[in-house]
């Protein structure tokens, strides 16, 4: 026990008519939402990275918070995961999820570390008995020490590629020993600043053989979750090779991985590439290659991974429709993957983030269900696409030449009329739900 949440209460649902700010307003976990209860849906997790490593640094300034759990040694580390739990309880967080680099500290020596990793991982097991949270993820951190600065798997030093794929071994050991639903795959490093000094062939072979050594050793230990990766355009390194959905796509197919491999689309990352969020979860889903979601919010201004936490309920909406509509989550969830400003600093603020966070997303959540059982959306999309049943049609697609295809358009004298797109009527039907 810490008294670092110490006069924080467990948190309840308590209804939009409570004013209570410790209280969720929308989520309700038991609340059944196309007959799924509604933690069952959402899938919630905190991230500890950002909550109990993060120090409220940017990049003209150092630490902001203090925090009890701050140090290098083991017992700081033990501390930080008895807050963490704490913080997993009086949210009723179903899951968490995790590096290495976030729970234990870094040994001399990769067998120090190891060490280090794995007594927080017993230690984690120990807490996971008495308590209901889950792992939906782990992850290895191949990205902050300075070992990692030219890539990890795409490192030019052999070395290094060796250092990761140890490091990855040890990971989803730890994620197999946790009952982890998932492992994740975030290139952190895999990318180039210059192709002055940059071979994309070779970074590219090593990259696909490494993920198949993943895939290979999830099969070895018996792991049951699902390998994801997770895209991102830019930031640390200037060209990120894992760019967006349909990239990574291409990168599993190259290597004959798409049916292996799924993907972690994260809202900031959709928009630093330039898409909408939703789009990214409709390239997976069309694909599918989707798995899990990292719930976040960037500004829209800084053009930087900001991971704020989640606000903006009508777009959240939309993203929801997509994975509803897809049939929801498997394996996946929705991972707070989302910090605290720099100015927050009281305990209280990371309570309080979480539960705005909860609560847009079952706001969203509760408005693409109402959505795709009105069903005038879909219903419009299949009108649209409607020509497409015809059996002329079907088989123009299946058996069409361009020479038999261009001979019935001459004899049907075929003069397609262009028809409505009707974008502000569905905006519109949006509108009524959000
Ligand atoms: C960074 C990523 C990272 C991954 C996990 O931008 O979002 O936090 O989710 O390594
Ligand atoms: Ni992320
Ligand atoms: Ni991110």
Redesign the pocket.
Known sequence: MTDYFKNIPAIRYEGTTSSNEFAFHHYNPDEVVMGKRMEDHLRFAV?Y?HSFAYQGGDPFGGQTFERPWFGETMADAKLKADAAFELFDILNAPFFCF?DADVRPEGKTFAESTRNLEEIVDYFALKMQTSKTRLLWG?A?LFTNRRFMSGAATNPDPDVFAYSAATVKTCMDATQKLGGANY?L?G?REGYETLLNTDLKREAEQAGRFLQMVVDYKYKIGFKGTILI?P?PQ?PSKHQYDYDVATVYGFLRRFGLENEVKV?I?QG?AILAGHSFEHELAMATSMGIFGSI?MNRNDYQSGW?TDQFPNNVPEMALAYYEVLKAGGFVNGGTNF?AKIRRQSLDAEDLVLSHIGGMDTCARALKAAAAMLEDGGLEAARAARYAGWDNPTAQAMLKEGTLDSIAARVLKDNLNPQPKSGRQERLENLVNRFV
């Open positions: 991230a990275w590096h992850t951190n994740v975030w952190g997770e991102k930031e972690n994260e990352h990292d991974d993957d």
